[in-house]
């Protein structure tokens, strides 16, 4: 096995897979796709159920995508979703940038937690992998939040921040798997590319 499709428009997950020793090609939504609408919050599901059908729903996505461009069929398909959860209520990536301040606000001097899910398709097998870490933010006074949000970093990201980033220093604890903090929990995906038929 030479490369997989990434079904990701993230840097992170794409630098993540590299970093696995996995060459991949991107396979992004068409324009006609409306990608948003599976991200979609059903009713009150829980995080993880949220998190891990959305994932499915973007691996079939990206599947029938790869059908329809004519595309290697023997080719792995990896998608990915992370998303944020302060008790159950999910924290996707804000409207703009009043959402992400209130966001931030409301993780402020809390442990949260960050939900990834992995799936990864092979001709017909199909595997899927979930991780879950807690994160633990200082207490941010209004001046820092800001500050941080108008840098554009908290923008396209679940929860409004990205932990790789100046966030790093809102941070007084983690406990999980940093990779999948950002957006790609490499020893489960680790795994799930194995099954696949990669060396990793």
């Keep these: 096995m030479s490369f997989v499709y990434l079904a990701s428009q993230s840097p992170r997950r794409a630098q993540l897979l590299e970093q696995l020793g996995v060459h991949h090609e991107l396979l992004l939504a068409d324009d006609d796709e409306d990608a948003e609408a599976l991200e979609a919050v059903h009713g009150a599901e829980s995080p993880a159920t949220y998190v891990q059908r959305v994932t499915a729903l973007k691996l079939d996505a990206a599947v029938e995508r790869r059908k329809r461009r004519g595309l290697a069929d023997d080719v792995p398909v990896l998608c990915a979703d992370t998303t944020v959860a302060l008790g159950r209520t999910i924290f996707g990536k804000p409207e703009d940038a009043a959402d992400a301040r209130r966001m ?19 001709e017909r ?19 820092q939040i800001a500050r941080y949000v108008e ?22 604890y983690i406990g999980g798997s940093y990779s999948g903090i950002m957006g790609l929990p490499m020893f489960e995906t680790a795994q799930l590319l194995r099954r696949a038929g990669f060396k990793v």
């Design 125 to 143: 097998r199909r595997d899927a992998a979930f991780s879950v870490s807690r994160v633990r933010f200082a207490t941010l006074t209004p001046p």
């Design 151 to 172: 840098s554009g970093e908290p923008l396209g990201k679940a929860g409004a921040y990205a932990v790789q980033g100046a966030a790093a220093a809102f941070v007084e």
């Design 104 to 122: 931030l606000g409301l993780l402020s001097g809390t442990t949260h937690r960050v939900l990834t899910a992995v799936a990864v398709q092979h």
